[in-house]
């Protein structure tokens, strides 16, 4: 991605890259008031980025975790061990274990491992630039474009899911506006997705996380693009924490529902959404906004990072191979 560092340096990068045996990556802990980059220099340095969201977003957690494999193969650390420390992180993100599972049976086969991280990692790139080129012939001039989280650049490497179709259509011409939920409680949408569209010059707006079905009422909404940590066979789809509520609005007001997503994202071995492990973070997410508690201190707070739409709710998958209705999944794993 191309980004304009804060001393208006233009340069070309991804939001995590391997460099002298260091797993580097741009800190989105930070963004937008700091643009700072973590060094990775150990899995136990790779395993707390991935934990404390210094890197998030499904397949930037597999691509670091295939640089933090690679890393430790490096330092002759053992393999299962590593595999177990990162496998340790977040449990919902599939493309975590669909990374790790490669990378240790690519090292066990005697492949080179840092070879083998970069292939990963530009591969997963590569497929999400296709869901980009499928996506965009959905977007019509004009649109405007519902999108929760950041399912962006940053949440991949480079391109996004949900943002592929997006950048692909501004950059094809297309005068298009993203509606950017806020995603509370880490903001990932009005801090990085936000910033990303900045970057990109994309027009956008940010609504709070509870505006969405006003403004699909009032019809200023067209479609609604997310992108997904679980799927799974039956087309049940995990996502950022509040995808659900989107999904069901979106559904209600005939406005079309689209998911994006690699096939690293897809778990076939599961038979619906009820079955995928979904994270909880901490209630100080909830209960603090940065370092300012916004609750009265006697109270508590729950704080499930992700939530399952069903798949009757999803209009199309839009993948590298194609776009599918979610009762088209079985497809992808042939
Ligand atoms: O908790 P996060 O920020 O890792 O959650 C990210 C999301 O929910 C994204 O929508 C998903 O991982 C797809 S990223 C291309």
């Known amino acids: 991605m191309r980004i304009l560092t804060p001393d208006g340096e ?7 890259w391997f460099d002298d045996g260091i797993v580097k990556m741009i800190d989105q802990r930070k963004l937008p008031a700091k643009f700072e980059i973590f060094e990775a220099k150990s899995v136990e340095d790779v395993a707390y980025a991935i934990k404390d969201m210094v890197v998030r977003g499904a397949p930037a957690i597999g691509i670091t975790a295939a640089y933090g494999m690679a890393q430790a193969a490096l330092q002759n650390r053992g393999i299962n061990e590593a595999y177990k420390i990162l496998r340790d992180t977040r449990p919902t993100a599939h493309d975590l274990f669909y990374a790790l599972n490669l990378m240790r049976d690519a090292i066990k086969n005697g492949g080179d491992p840092v070879s083998m991280a970069e292939k990963y990692a530009n591969d997963i790139i590569g497929r999400c630039e296709k869901i ?39 950059r094809n011409g297309k005068k298009i506006f993203v509606w950017v939920d806020e995603t509370r409680p880490r903001l990932q949408g009005a801090r990085l997705t936000a910033w990303e569209m900045v970057q990109e010059g994309i027009e956008h707006a940010i609504i709070a996380d509870n505006a969405a079905g006003y403004f699909m009422r009032k019809g200023e909404i067209d479609m609604v693009i997310v992108g997904a940590d679980r799927i799974a066979m039956n087309g049940d789809v995990a996502n950022k924490i509040g995808t659900y509520e989107k999904a069901v609005v979106a559904h209600e007001n005939g406005i079309p529902f689209y998911v994006a997503a690699p096939i690293s994202t897809f778990d076939f071995s599961l038979k619906s959404g009820d079955d995928i492990p979904i994270e909880e973070r901490t209630e100080e997410e909830v209960l603090f906004c940065r370092e300012c508690r916004i609750a009265p201190k006697e109270s508590r707070a729950r704080n499930p990072a992700f939530d399952v739409t069903p798949a009757k709710y999803i209009t199309g998958i839009i993948t590298e191979m194609g776009i599918f209705r979610p009762d088209e999944i079985e497809i992808l794993r042939r």
């Open 10 to 16: 233009e340069r070309e990068m991804r939001a995590v």
């Open 132 to 170: 980009g080129e499928h996506g965009e012939k959905l977007i019509s001039d004009g649109y405007k474009i519902l999108t929760h989280c950041n399912a962006g650049a940053l949440a991949v490497g480079d391109w996004g899911t949900a943002t592929a179709p997006i950048r692909k259509a501004h």
